[in-house]
T-cell receptor
Framework: GENVEQHPSTLSVQEGDSAVIKCTYSDSASNYFPWYKQELGKRPQLIIDIRSNVGEKKDQRIAVTLNKTAKHFSLHITETQPEDSAVYFCAASNLGSARQLTFGSGTQLTVLP | ETGVTQSPTHLIKTRGQQVTLRCSSQSGHNTVSWYQQALGQGPQFIFQYYREEENGRGNFPPRFSGLQFPNYSSELNVNALELDDSALYLC?????????????FGAGSRLTVL
């Protein structure tokens, strides 16, 4: 089955700096890669996703890049703000299968004011 | 439009007992997935229900079972509870046929097994 590894497990940045979180996956059949943000005690919320037919996607301060050959994808947050502090999870799945997402172990991002 | 709602929000059980968790899917969604999130870990897929049938299952034993009702709501049942079942149980709904695994999560049910 699919295995997703996520690094780093914790990340602290100064407000205004950029943050990068990286994930690798094992199953070459995976073709959908979402990122979820989970604030303490709250539900995971989708912040951006990418399919394997594109290499990059942006949404304001957030971007995701995908390297299918190397089987890794990354989340980039620019101009970080204190409200970006949360746990971020990457995930992977095969669009042709059931809605089964395999998640990474999460990255605790802390944005220092 | 209503979101995904789960009940109860918190509960405490003892080892060997049984528990039922409930989930109402987001309006317009027809598929429900259940995930287990242990403390400090990412969610792990338990199973998914579509058209009232199990449609995919993760690496969980048979004592984890579920139901989906005609209104697309769902239940997760866990029998013979073990200490390691202590976790946040997340329900997520989606719309089959959209071609994307866009899941909308509920806030979860926090289960503690003593």
């Amino acid at each position: 089955g699919e295995n997703v590894e996520q690094h780093p497990s914790t990340l602290s940045v100064q407000e205004g700096d950029s943050a990068v979180i990286k994930c690798t996956y094992s199953d070459s059949a995976s073709n959908y890669f979402p990122w979820y943000k989970q604030e303490l005690g709250k539900r995971p919320q989708l912040i951006i996703d990418i399919r394997s037919n594109v290499g990059e996607k942006k949404d304001q301060r957030i971007a995701v890049t995908l390297n299918k050959t190397a089987k890794h994808f990354s989340l980039h947050i620019t101009e970080t703000q204190p409200e970006d502090s949360a746990v971020y999870f990457c995930a992977a799945s095969n669009l042709g299968s059931a809605r089964q997402l395999t998640f990474g172990s999460g990255t605790q991002l802390t944005v220092l004011p | 439009e209503t979101g995904v709602t789960q009940s109860p929000t918190h509960l405490i059980k003892t080892r060997g007992q049984q528990v039922t968790l409930r989930c109402s899917s987001q309006s317009g969604h027809n598929t429900v997935s259940w995930y287990q999130q242990a403390l400090g870990q990412g969610p792990q897929f338990i199973f998914q229900y579509y058209r009232e049938e199990e449609n995919g299952r993760g690496n969980f034993p048979p004592r984890f079972s579920g139901l989906q009702f005609p209104n697309y709501s769902s239940e997760l049942n866990v029998n013979a509870l073990e200490l390691d079942d202590s976790a946040l149980y997340l329900c997520a709904s989606s719309l089959e046929g959209t071609g994307a695994n866009v899941l909308t999560f509920g806030a979860g049910s926090r289960l503690t097994v003593l």
